[in-house]
């Protein structure tokens, strides 16, 4: 499993994202990522950041040759937009649903989401959670 999070710092317009890759209930890897520059990631806020932190988690997936990925995600979006459930309307959604499907064209890896509740304690998302607040420089 992969569990992704995203957040937005106001002040210093940044959105972060955070992704924790979680064998047998192990922290394997994770990753901060940023971004102060991307107009359209930053006026998304916090779900600029879930998007960051999700193509960020495909790319490490693929680079390490995973062949099942189920991402676990705290916002709808993440999945309904690369399920097809929702419409991607914006630029930005719609390059984030090509990146999905080129993902899963290039790599044959089956890719599932699982949607946890946010801020409920659970372990790995609050910890991804907290990665992405500090990729934005907040906490």
Same mark, same amino acid.
Request: charged letters at 25%; proline letters at 1%; aromatic letters at 10%.
């Given at each position: 499993?992969?569990?992704?999070?995203?957040?937005?710092?106001?002040?210093?317009?940044?959105?972060?994202? &955070?992704?924790?890759?979680?064998?047998?209930?192990?922290?394997?890897?994770?990753?901060?990522?940023?971004?102060?520059? #991307?107009?359209?990631?930053? %006026? =998304?806020?916090?779900?600029?950041?879930?998007?960051? *932190?999700?193509?960020?988690?495909?790319?490490?997936?693929? &680079?390490?040759?995973?062949?099942?990925?189920?991402? +676990?995600?705290?916002?709808?979006?993440? *999945?309904?937009?690369?399920?097809?459930?929702?419409? &991607?309307?914006?630029? /930005?959604? %719609?390059?984030?649903?090509?990146? /999905?499907?080129?993902?899963?064209?290039?790599?044959?890896?089956?890719?599932?989401?699982?949607?946890?509740? *946010? #801020?409920?304690?659970?372990?790995?998302?609050?910890?991804?959670?907290?990665?992405?607040?500090? &990729? +934005?420089? =907040?906490?």
């Amino acid at each position: 499993s992969i569990f992704v999070d995203g957040s937005f710092g106001k002040e210093q317009q940044v959105v972060g994202g &955070a992704f924790i890759h979680v064998k047998n209930e192990q922290i394997i890897f994770e990753q901060k990522v940023r971004d102060d520059r #991307h107009l359209e990631l930053i %006026k =998304l806020q916090n779900v600029g950041g879930e998007l960051l *932190a999700t193509i960020y988690a495909l790319k490490y997936a693929q &680079a390490k040759g995973m062949t099942e990925v189920v991402i +676990c995600h705290d916002y709808q979006g993440i *999945a309904s937009w690369a399920d097809g459930s929702w419409q &991607a309307k914006t630029p /930005v959604t %719609k390059r984030y649903v090509a990146f /999905v499907q080129k993902f899963k064209a290039e790599t044959q890896a089956k890719l599932k989401f699982y949607k946890v509740a *946010a #801020h409920t304690g659970i372990r790995f998302n609050e910890r991804a959670d907290q990665l992405a607040k500090e &990729a +934005c420089g =907040l906490k």
